[in-house]
């Protein structure tokens, strides 16, 4: 399989462990009884980045607001060079 073809297949694969964090986040919120705002709802859905995602679904275990996943990490991931928008092609497993 050609460098090309593998790099889709990594793309896929990123985007799909990010869809997976991001489902996992909106049970454990529900579950909860947690409301999910429409911004947090927005920012959730458009975040790629792994670490970040998985700092949101530990901090959704003991939140009390759904904006509460992101009292502070928005700095934390910019100072460690984490995005939102774009899928982690570096990640091989999560």
Known sequence: M????????AKGRAVGRAEW??????VMLAGRGIPV??????????????????????????AETAEALFDGLAEE??????????PDLGESAA
């Open 21 to 26: 964090k991001t489902r996992a986040l909106f």
């Open 77 to 86: 991931a910019e100072l460690a060079g984490g995005a939102e928008g774009e």
């Open 37 to 62: 705002s429409d911004e947090a709802r927005d920012r959730i859905l458009s975040c790629y980045d792994h670490d970040m995602l998985n700092a949101w679904v530990l901090r959704a275990i003991s």
């Open 2 to 9: 050609g460098g090309y073809a593998e790099s889709l297949i």
